[in-house]
């Protein structure tokens, strides 16, 4: 099994974001899992992730994992979304900012709107988060360029549809399935409503 992590660090990089990073490619490589390490750091996400993605096409990689920076996870992470077989799936976690909604949506009447009531396994999602997000090549393959891309307004100041939301979109539109496991713990720097998971992610 070969998978190619992509890191995107258009800022400072947390120094605990080293507790994720080291720890989930020593244990990768204990598991017989071959990783490959890029990271991007292009001030733009959307430019960032499409970059990654030429470079995962240069590996001999099967799968491309997305790890923010700002983000921070178990070490067996990318072993446990592996085991389920899906195409695309990642875990949940919650926006930085009030009201500190989980980044995980559903249609409803036609418009996205975020899952508040997770399930205990996991479940379908019309667009995730991609800071802990596991794709198959397969998924580029059939999609056409641009992965991710931001949808802006008129006077391209105000961001309409974040890239994530653009990807998994497309990916949909494409015939794909997008999952969310619940019980990866993922915590967002920054975000107080995952303090309680970040503490028990410590231990």
Same mark, same amino acid.
């Given at each position: 099994?070969?998978?190619? =992590?992509?890191?995107?660090? *258009?800022?400072?990089? @947390?120094?605990?974001?080293?507790?994720?990073?080291?720890?989930?490619?020593?244990?990768?490589?204990?598991?017989?899992?071959?990783?490959?390490? &890029?990271?991007?750091?292009?001030?733009?996400?959307?430019?960032? *992730?499409?970059?990654?993605?030429?470079?995962?096409?240069?590996?001999? #990689?099967?799968? =491309?994992?997305? $790890?923010?920076?700002?983000?921070?996870?178990? @070490?067996?992470?990318?072993? $446990?979304? +592996?085991?389920?077989?899906?195409?695309?799936? %990642?875990?949940? &976690?919650?926006? *930085?900012?009030?009201? &500190? +909604?989980?980044?995980?949506?559903?249609?409803?009447? %036609?418009?996205?709107?975020?899952?508040?009531?997770? @399930?205990?396994?996991?479940?379908?999602?019309?667009?995730?988060?991609?800071?802990? +997000?596991?794709?198959?090549?397969?998924?580029?393959?059939?999609?056409?360029? @641009? &992965?991710?891309?931001?949808?802006?307004?008129?006077?391209?100041?105000?961001?309409?549809?974040?890239?994530?939301?653009?990807?998994?979109?497309? #990916?949909?539109?494409?015939?794909?399935?997008?999952? #969310?496991?619940?019980?990866?713990?993922?915590?967002?720097? %920054?975000?107080?409503?995952? +303090?309680?998971?970040?503490?028990?992610?410590?231990?």
């Amino acid at each position: 099994m070969v998978v190619f =992590l992509a890191i995107t660090s *258009r800022h400072t990089v @947390p120094a605990k974001f080293l507790n994720t990073i080291i720890p989930m490619v020593q244990y990768n490589a204990s598991q017989n899992i071959k990783t490959w390490v &890029y990271n991007d750091l292009d001030i733009s996400m959307d430019v960032s *992730r499409n970059k990654c993605v030429e470079k995962f096409f240069e590996t001999d #990689a099967d799968w =491309l994992f997305f $790890l923010d920076t700002d983000t921070f996870m178990e @070490p067996n992470t990318i072993e $446990l979304l +592996l085991n389920h077989g899906k195409k695309i799936i %990642g875990g949940i &976690y919650t926006s *930085r900012h009030e009201p &500190y +909604l989980p980044i995980a949506y559903k249609k409803v009447d %036609g418009k996205l709107t975020p899952i508040t009531e997770i @399930p205990n396994k996991i479940f379908q999602v019309d667009a995730l988060a991609t800071g802990c +997000l596991l794709i198959h090549k397969s998924v580029f393959e059939k999609m056409k360029k @641009p &992965y991710f891309e931001y949808e802006k307004d008129a006077n391209k100041e105000r961001i309409l549809k974040s890239e994530d939301v653009f990807f998994c979109e497309k #990916a949909k539109k494409e015939g794909f399935e997008i999952f #969310a496991d619940p019980s990866i713990k993922v915590w967002h720097y %920054g975000s107080v409503a995952d +303090l309680e998971l970040f503490k028990k992610f410590k231990k």
